[in-house]
């Protein structure tokens, strides 16, 4: 770049200096970060104070307290304990299903990317939608899943609205919506594996088992982290749909963080315990997105690579 | 891999069979039940074959909901527009700031220009309701609680990020030399910018725009929090309306399907650049 000096026909009055010019450019970019960084550590400043919107004038500092008080406080647990559960399963069963889906689709025939591209309509979809969907279908006067439950003996299935099936209902909608996600990933991470090992194996005649877990595996073992970690990070965050769904309920059966601070914040209008819940999640996700930032890293600038 | 047994092959078409049945019939089911009345809705067991009517979609189109209690008012269509309004103009703004940018991060390094890309970038996986709640509480200061901009300007933490890094992506694609020949020509950086970089990363900005869209529009919770029934989108409002219009079904139905069509057209449109947009730029498809 600093080659470049020679330069005639300059158009008049439009001269900024060039190392001040990629400032410039990304001044508005910055603009905006700034007002996003504010209101965050507005969220710090709250979650060490004693504030409830309904009582202003008690606002004071009580520092730690917040946070000191979720050692004891059993529905902090429930929260906890609910948030890693739907996360963990969520995105386990996701990445099983994704990968079995990927590699039923990996040969390139027509039907096959047809049907991958029919597949990503439930990732299109919003996940606030997608769960209305599921509950008019699982409406126990007229849901067609509630009939289908029926008739293989399932009479009373109450799907979001019983306690214990409240859970299995929610991971099917966000089963629903996202194994599509890790499926597409993992099809163009497949798609793009080089071929000469595995035309090697199959002229060796090694087992298909053994192909599996010693080259395709370990191969696509960039594109599985990168997609397991995204979506681990969305579904511990996940609100939408549990939102939409049950509104945190039955009871707390599914007050994971966002759903319990969003409730803590605009019923209970406890805005010092809600602020405490979100630091909490973020450093989660903080600790998670740092692992994920490498890996996506490495998978990027090999995509660069290959381009 | 050629030589696949007749039993593998339909294992095969058994199990694809499946996952085409489980992902698609939610959507195919929710589109019968908005030609379907109340009355073959609620029928038991289920019809899979009845008498298709458009009343769902005219009760929405037209605002007015007949009952057997009288005329209900339906704002779905504004919903709609909000939408439509919020999504187009929150990608505009992100294009004006994100693609500038883009090409000083992608041409230039300059002192602090990662982290400035790395923070937008960490936006995307931040729980939004950490910045949400205190937003409220200062909108309600600014005067900008329940208005576009406030929105528009939340909408940023999506359509940004998605915008800067998949287009930044793409600029790193052009050769720099292109650049420099034209530069040495004699032309300025902006009419370089203008001329040689925004057309050659002009299918990217694209892709990147629609992606930002389809995120822009299936966003919930900015709404839920921060704009009240006039401004909602479709996400929020489609929430309201299932308490409101209590059993009017198919109605709820078809209000679902208006809301999710112009997302899956796009994304059927664009689904070339799906799994690069997906992985903001990791995976190319």
Not at chain 1, 11 to 25: N, Q
């Amino acid at each position: 770049m600093t080659a470049v000096t020679v330069q005639r026909n300059r158009p008049s009055g439009f001269r900024i200096s060039k190392r001040v010019l990629p400032y410039v450019l990304s001044l508005p970019a910055l603009l905006v970060c700034i007002g996003i960084l504010i209101p965050f550590f507005t969220s710090v400043v709250y979650s060490f104070q004693r504030y409830r919107l309904s009582q202003p004038w008690a606002r004071q500092f009580n520092w730690g307290e917040n946070y000191l008080n979720f050692f004891t406080d059993p529905k902090f647990w429930n929260t906890l304990e609910i948030s890693l559960l739907y996360a963990g399963i969520t995105v386990l069963l996701e990445l099983l299903l994704g990968l079995g889906i990927a590699m039923l689709l990996q040969k390139r025939t027509t039907l096959n990317n047809f049907i991958s591209i029919m597949l990503l309509m439930p990732l299109m979809t919003a996940p606030a939608l997608a769960a209305l969907m599921w509950k008019l279908m699982t409406n126990p006067g007229f849901g067609v899943l509630s009939y289908l439950a029926s008739l293989i003996g399932l009479q009373d299935f109450r799907w979001a609205s019983s306690p214990s099936t409240a859970l299995f209902t929610v991971v099917l909608v966000d089963i629903w919506v996202y194994t599509p996600f890790i499926m597409i990933l993992l099809l163009a991470g497949l798609r793009s594996l080089p071929t000469q090992p595995f035309e090697a194996a199959a002229l060796d005649g090694v087992p298909r088992s053994f192909v599996f877990f010693r080259i395709t595996l370990p191969m696509l073992t960039p594109y599985i982290l990168t997609a397991t970690l995204f979506r681990l990070l969305d579904s511990i965050q996940q609100f939408d749909i549990i939102y939409a769904m049950t509104q945190g309920g039955p009871g707390d059966t599914l007050t994971v963080f966002q759903v319990e601070a969003y409730l803590n914040f605009f019923q209970s209008t406890n805005v010092g315990r809600s602020a405490a819940l979100m630091i909490i999640l973020w450093a989660i996700t903080y600790f998670l997105s740092n692992i994920f930032i490498k890996n996506w890293l490495r998978l990027r600038e090999r995509a660069r690579g290959l381009a | 891999m050629e030589h696949t047994s007749l039993l593998e092959r339909i294992l095969r078409g058994v199990a694809l069979t499946l996952v085409v049945i489980f992902f698609m019939f939610p959507i195919v089911w929710i589109f019968m039940m908005s030609f379907q009345t109340n009355e073959t809705i609620l029928r038991i067991p289920p019809q899979l074959v009845f008498e298709p009517t458009l009343a769902n979609y005219t009760a929405l189109i037209t605002g007015k909901l007949t009952t057997m209690s009288g005329t209900l008012d339906i704002a779905f269509m504004r919903n709609l527009w909000n939408s439509v309004f919020l999504s187009t103009t929150s990608v505009a703004v992100a294009l004006l700031l994100g693609v500038p940018a883009a090409y000083a991060f992608a041409r230039h390094k300059f002192r602090g220009s990662e982290d400035i890309a790395f923070t937008l970038l960490s936006f995307r996986f931040a729980p939004a309701l950490l910045v949400l709640l205190p937003l409220t509480l200062y909108f309600q200061k600014l005067g900008l609680a329940n208005t576009y901009i406030g929105l528009i300007w939340v909408y940023q933490l999506i359509c940004l990020p998605l915008i800067l890094w998949i287009v930044r992506g793409y600029f790193e694609d052009i050769p720099a030399d292109i650049e420099y020949a034209y530069r040495i020509a004699g032309h300025s950086w902006f009419a370089t910018f203008r001329k040689i970089a925004l057309p050659l990363a002009g299918p990217g900005i694209a892709a990147a725009g629609l992606l930002a869209f389809i995120f822009a529009w299936n966003n919930f919770v900015f709404a839920l929090v921060l704009a009240s029934a006039d401004k909602q989108p479709v996400t929020v409002g489609a929430l309201a309306f299932i308490t409101s219009s209590g059993i009017q079904y198919g109605q709820i139905s078809a209000a679902i399907v208006l809301s999710i069509t112009p997302t899956l057209a796009l994304a059927l449109y664009a689904q070339r650049y799906l799994v690069e947009g997906l992985s903001l730029g990791a995976v190319k498809g």
